[in-house]
């Protein structure tokens, strides 16, 4: 059977239970015989090896139904439906600010997170970005390795200060396929703070209708200062203050947010404890038009170990039950 392959092949190290069994039953006949030579006694045993072979075989084809036996019946194409989402992720230090908690870079990971599981087929890739950006991950369907991404990201990823959300939309933008009709979904998540005021510009040259920037602002309107940690100990040492020497108070400045969103007709979320902006979200974006975005070929296969369970079982249960007829006799002394 040249198309016969196995689905979990590692499961071949079962075949200890055969190899196992086959030297008990050999042992366990070679030792009853020494006993019975012994007690001076003849036995004589019919159907005893095919006892052993029937329970033996039984027991192969068990183990063997376990390593998954498939044969290959072709291919089949299949369409992937979805959009391609690109998540911008602020990585400014006031990111750091503690007044969402347990901070907002934090808080930005835990619903981008959120995001991810409710994805269904969409594929997804991440941009952070603070003065400057890049991509950190590019478009994928595969949602494990999204995650692995997500965990990395931190306020030291980019040198500098201030934030520039218009090169990260101006990246994204580059990055979506032409050809692709659906919608092109751009995931915001920041404080709003020190943006470049030309940020909104980006928009006006890429004047994209099926563009749509969702915007999640994260902070709180009292602020907070950013804390400034120690690199072996990670904790905080001391707070960000500015040319005077007094400390910086970071607060959330939704006003560019709500202008990208507004002029992309997408649509300005305010992070909340509970969450409900993450629902908000994904109702949204579910209301998007989708396209083919990927072409699967998917092997096709007959399962067959059912067959070799059913043998296998069968064969162990007959040789088990079968009665093999043993005749003994005293064995007479020569003199």
């Not at 040249?2 to 071949?12: A, D």
């Not at 890049?134 to 201030?162: E, H, N, R, S």
């Not at 004047?207 to 904790?235: A, W």
Request: hydrophobic share 40%; net charge positive; aromatic share 10%.
């Amino acid at each position: 059977m040249s198309n016969l392959e196995f689905r979990y092949p590692f499961n071949g190290i079962y075949f200890v239970i055969l190899v196992v069994c086959v030297v008990i039953f050999i042992l366990g006949y070679y030792k009853k015989k020494k006993i019975m030579d012994l007690l001076k006694i003849h036995t004589k045993s019919k159907f005893v090896v095919i006892k052993i072979i029937s329970m033996c075989l039984g027991i192969g084809l068990i183990v063997f139904s376990l390593i998954g036996p498939q044969k290959f019946n072709g291919v089949t194409e299949v369409d992937r439906v979805g959009l391609d989402i690109y998540v911008l992720i602020d990585t400014s230090k006031s990111m750091l600010v503690e007044d969402i908690k347990p901070n907002r870079i934090s808080r930005a990971q835990k619903i981008v997170e959120e995001i991810v599981d409710n994805l269904q087929g969409d594929r997804i890739g991440f941009i952070p970005f603070s003065s400057s950006s890049y991509i950190q991950m590019p478009l994928t369907d595969d949602y494990d390795l999204a995650k692995l991404f997500l965990k990395v990201i931190d306020t030291d990823m980019i040198g500098g200060g201030g934030s520039n959300v218009g090169n990260a939309i101006k990246l994204a933008y580059g990055s979506f396929e032409e050809t692709s009709s659906s919608d092109k979904v751009i995931i915001v998540l920041s404080d709003g703070e020190e943006h470049d005021s030309k940020s909104l510009d980006v928009l006006k040259k890429i004047n994209d209708k099926n563009m749509k920037i969702f915007c999640i602002g994260i902070g709180s309107e009292k602020g907070g200062l950013i804390p400034i940690y120690d690199k072996v100990t990670n904790k905080a040492i001391d707070y960000k203050k500015d040319k005077n020497g007094q400390f910086v108070m970071s607060k959330l400045n939704p006003k560019t947010l709500e202008n990208l969103a507004q002029k992309s007709k997408g649509s300005y979320y305010k992070s909340s404890i509970k969450g409900e902006e993450i629902n908000l979200l994904i109702n949204d974006i579910n209301k998007l038009k989708r396209d083919t975005i990927k072409i699967e070929k998917v092997k096709r296969y007959k399962q067959l170990y059912q067959y070799f369970l059913g043998v296998g079982l069968l064969l162990f249960i007959l040789g088990y039950l079968s009665n093999c007829k043993t005749t003994t006799s005293r064995k007479e002394k020569l003199d």
